[in-house]
């Protein structure tokens, strides 16, 4: 099918970009990297009048470290963080673990971070990773600036806290310290397929024990989440050792870890290809083997850096 038809504009600043979305004779949409909006405009699902192209808008395209955080705007590309020394420290491995798991290079190279962020798929990568840091997602309209953390951002499948005439300029994640290990797992039907459970992880490991631990699950209930009550029952825990491939005791800390993110945590629903049952086995095993990819990364001697592609 071909989209209907529909207004085009190309600003070149942020502010005529917001005068476009503020024109409210109109439904305007933004297009940034439009691997997900051009598919949708032409399967005529909620399409727009108003196409506001910000690909033109400059001083959307930029990374920068500030105050501890790392910025990151609007038109900067999933495949940027392919690199892990595209970002310092811990951060940017945690990032090029992620990525890997994005659809593939052609989609990576048009397609934004922060156009994930807005579109909000239960299964995006971006999302688990802005949650389990707690990350800001910065938004703009016509009268003002305002910053929503991403634990109250997203509200449901395609829906978060974003007014229609809200530009997200940026995401800011906090940088990670040297003391913290990164996980990034996720499974999956086939090698294109969205992920049927995405777990981004950090361990925080003091002295052998575990100081601080974050969980972000995709694709486990309707929006991204942190997995609060695994993460509770971490700390305090003893980070290691375990042996290689994960093959862990029932009652290791990560094993017990990824049951309680399963049962206690998760809400998932019954898809196609896997019910209730199955999807919580899955989350379980995920998170399991997140968390040993985390403790992996931090322990002396450990391989760290990323691990390539997961599927
Ligand atoms: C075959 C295929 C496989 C894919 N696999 C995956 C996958 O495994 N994991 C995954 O996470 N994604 C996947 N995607 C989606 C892809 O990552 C998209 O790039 C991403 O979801 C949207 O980013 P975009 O920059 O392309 O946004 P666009 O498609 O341009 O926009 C998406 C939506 O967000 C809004 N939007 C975008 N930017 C802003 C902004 N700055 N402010 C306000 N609103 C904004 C748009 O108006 C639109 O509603 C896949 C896509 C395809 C086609």
Known sequence: MKAAAFDYTAPRTVPEALDALGDTR?????????????????LRRGGPDLVVDINRVAELD?????????????????????????VPGALGRLLSL???????PPIRA???MVGSLAWAHPASEWCA???????????QASGGTRVVAARDFFHGPHLTARHPRELITSVRFPLLGDDTGVGFVEHRRTHFSFAQVAVAATLTVRDGVIGDARIG??????SPLRARAAEEALIGAEAGPFTAGCRLP??????????????RDAAPLAEPYADVEYRRQAIAVVVRRTLCQAADGWSPGGPGGPQGDHR
């Open 98 to 104: 992620a990525v890997v798991n994005i659809a593939h």
């Open 26 to 42: 109109r439904t305007a949409q933004v297009l940034a990297g439009g691997q997900s909006l051009i598919l949708e405009m032409h």
């Open 110 to 112: 048009r397609g934004t």
């Open 62 to 86: 930029h990374m920068r470290v500030n105050g501890g955080a790392l910025q990151v705007g609007a038109l900067v590309r999933h495949r940027v963080f392919e690199s892990p020394q595209a």
């Open 129 to 139: 990773v802005a949650v389990a840091l707690d990350a800001d997602i910065v938004l």
């Open 217 to 222: 699950l995709a694709n486990c209930a309707g």
């Open 250 to 263: 029932g009652d290791h800390p990560f094993t017990r870890a990824g049951r309680i993110a399963a049962e």
